[in-house]
């Protein structure tokens, strides 16, 4: 499951790559695997001017079998993946557990759509899986209908590329895939993205002042405001003042708001925005730093 040329001891230790490269769950590459392997591989499809892609496969909803049935569970259900993806890719191919329920793929001399063909079929492999687990509490079932959110990218590396580019334009595709509904692949489409962005800064600022509203000493009325379910627009501008109201517009769009005051006591709402709210604005910002001004 790794170029039988890439090198035999790590970059920056000098020790034989071996159990500590493997992530044990899955017998896959682990991170420490992918961060020794992934850039030598990218360097020699860039020295031959040859065409390299990426998979990044996210499991949904993963977080609800580990919730549900418990961790030993899951553990099932990643090996299962595992196992997948290496019947659906060649020795020469780099895959590898990325982290939690997320994998990556780096396939060499490959085109967007050559990957994309891979990852149908591999999306195809996950969705079949009958996986047979015990649960917490020793209750043994079978789980299916598993999917998984796949983003794509390719491209013949220049001589300013880094593998790093490469992830952030997969990552991209995926978070797509994601916003598209979910159980899809998703190859990576600048033009598009460029316009998703424009769309994502806007969503950012309402993010922003959300994160805002968190530490104000308006928030108790805002939750009051809406403990009862939907408000008017006229009679939330009466309770919490204009501003507010459309920082909570464009969330309510979606039922976010909705959603977390019907169905959470107001101490746990609170919680459960600032969940949301933080990560979400860290990892924006993280993605497209610099494009607000």
């Known amino acids: 499951m790794h170029d039988e040329s890439a090198p035999t001891r790590c970059g ?38 040859e065409r390299v892609a990426l998979l990044m496969v996210d499991l949904d909803r993963f977080k609800k079998i ?3 049935y418990g961790h030993p569970a899951g553990d099932v259900v990643l090996s299962d993946v595992a196992d997948v993806l290496a019947a659906h890719t060649r020795p020469t191919d780099l895959v590898c557990r990325y982290g939690g329920d997320e994998f990556l793929v780096l396939l060499p001399r490959t085109t967007s759509g050559e990957a994309a063909l891979v990852a149908e079929r591999i999306l195809r492999g996950i969705r079949a899986l009958q996986s047979e687990v015990t649960t917490n509490d020793g209750h043994h079932l079978t789980l299916h209908n598993q999917t998984a959110s796949i983003g794509v990218a390719s491209h013949v590396p220049g001589v300013e590329d880094t593998l790093i580019d490469l992830v952030r334009d997969t990552d991209a595709a995926l978070q797509r895939a994601k916003r598209n509904g979910r159980a899809r692949v998703q190859v990576h489409d600048p033009s598009a993205f460029a316009t998703e962005r424009k769309t994502d800064a806007a969503a950012l600022h309402h993010l922003i002042a959300l994160q805002e509203l968190m530490s104000s000493d308006q928030l108790p009325q805002v939750l009051v405001a809406l403990s009862e379910g939907a408000k008017a627009m006229e009679e939330l501008v009466g309770t919490i003042g204009p501003k507010v109201v459309l920082t909570l517009e464009r969330l309510q769009d979606n039922g976010f708001v909705l959603r977390r005051a019907a169905r959470y006591e107001l101490t746990a709402a609170a919680r459960e925005w600032i969940t ?6 860290a990892a924006w910002t993280n993605r497209h730093h610099g494009v607000i001004h």
Not at 12 to 32: E, I, K, M, N, Y
Not at 276 to 281: C, G, H, K, N
């Open 12 to 49: 920056s230790c000098a020790q034989p790559v071996g159990a500590w490269a493997t992530d044990r769950l899955t017998g896959l590459l682990g991170r420490w695997g992918w961060d020794d392997q992934a850039p030598a591989a990218y360097r020699r499809a860039q020295r031959r001017w």
């Open 66 to 68: 580990n919730d549900d």
């Open 276 to 281: 949301d709210v933080l990560p979400a604005v």
